[in-house]
């Protein structure tokens, strides 16, 4: 009862909190990872939900010969449809209670899951690529509805097939736009005020390099392809480029656009480093502590 009654304050104060920032004109998104980890109290109570006897993982592709396992539990979707979606659409209100938006983490996998058992390869889950199409927009035209008012992103970052693309634009739900990975059948690199309207644009994730290391790691043709759509050289001192590139990057016509904190202060560190374990990641921290930044000569 005491940590009950713990959460119940943490709650409240997080209500009054997200009610007070929408009255500055900020907007709370969140994140809803795709699935939860076999530890996880979802895992405990509702284990007829999920799959234990598989883990949930990737194909292979051109970086695993084998793909990944994830050491993650899929979701039993034969005993989600039996329930409506209930505990997705709790999942997602729960979500819009918290926060006046949300993504939602590898949205490929509510139309098919990648699953397998120990070291052999897996399979597709469903299936047939008729029926993962027509699961996708039933589980997230479910989600969506129990979402309400709150604002839906979807990562649809990698290999995402058609179909996908092509169910998530019908349904109105915006995708990324990383401008770096966005090309022409040319290859070079698409402006970005021809991007649709419906989608988020940034030069970077949280799982790549910010804006000045990922411009430096780029092969020098894309590097000449962004530097001739920002109207800068490859040779232009870099404070100077970097306002160039970002100027480029709000020229988007997607509806939302997004720089990372690092790219704020023109910094280099990263955030994270994928399929990597250690101190470097998820340990960055803002130069200067939030109740000074204003007031910061430098910053």
């Known amino acids: 009862r005491f940590h009950q009654s713990l959460?119940?304050?943490?709650?409240?104060?997080?209500?009054r909190a997200r009610a007070a920032v929408r009255e500055e004109g900020v907007l709370l998104f969140g994140d809803l990872p795709f699935v939860v980890g076999r530890e996880s109290a979802d895992v405990w109570s509702w284990s007829r939900l999920f799959r234990n006897d598989l883990?949930?993982?990737?194909?292979?592709?051109?970086?695993s010969a084998i793909g990944q396992?994830?050491?993650?539990?899929?979701?039993?979707?034969?005993?989600?449809e039996?329930?409506?979606?209930?505990?997705?659409?709790?999942r997602a209100a729960h979500a819009a209670r918290l926060y006046h938006g949300f993504?939602?983490?590898?949205?490929?996998?509510?139309?098919?899951?990648?699953?397998?058992?120990?070291?052999?390869?897996?399979?597709?889950?469903?299936?047939?690529?008729?029926?993962q199409e027509s699961h996708g927009r039933r589980v997230l035209a479910a989600m969506r509805e129990a979402a309400q008012q709150a604002?839906?992103?979807?990562?649809?970052?990698?290999?995402?097939?058609?179909?996908v693309r092509r169910a998530l634009a019908e349904m109105s739900l915006p995708g990324y736009k990383i401008l770096p990975w966005e090309k022409e059948p040319d290859q070079t690199m698409r402006n970005p005020a021809e991007f649709p309207e419906i989608s988020v644009a940034s030069y970077s994730t949280h799982d790549t390099p910010p804006l000045l290391a990922f411009y430096d790691s780029l092969p020098e043709r894309d590097r000449a392809s962004l530097a001739a759509l920002a109207k800068t050289t490859l040779d232009a001192p870099e404070a100077e480029r970097e306002r160039a590139l970002l100027r480029?990057?709000?020229?988007?016509?997607?509806?939302?656009?997004m720089v990372l904190v690092t790219e704020i202060f023109g910094e280099r560190a990263r955030i994270n480093t994928p399929n990597s374990v250690g101190e470097?990641?998820?340990?960055?921290?803002?130069?200067?502590?939030?109740?000074?930044?204003?007031?910061?000569?430098?910053l």
């Open 7 to 15: 959460q119940c304050q943490l709650f409240e104060q997080w209500e």
């Open 103 to 131: 993504r939602l983490d590898h949205v490929v996998g509510y139309f098919r899951q990648y699953v397998r058992k120990g070291e052999a390869l897996g399979e597709f889950d469903p299936k047939d690529e008729g029926d």
């Open 82 to 90: 039996a329930e409506q979606q209930a505990w997705l659409r709790a």
């Open 280 to 298: 470097h990641n998820w340990s960055y921290r803002i130069p200067s502590p939030v109740e000074r930044l204003e007031t910061d000569p430098k």
């Open 55 to 63: 883990d949930l993982g990737a194909p292979p592709d051109e970086f």
């Open 151 to 163: 604002e839906i992103i979807v990562e649809d970052l990698g290999v995402i097939p058609q179909f």
């Open 248 to 257: 480029l990057l709000f020229s988007a016509r997607s509806a939302l656009t």
């Open 69 to 80: 396992s994830w050491g993650l539990p899929p979701y039993d979707w034969a005993a989600l």
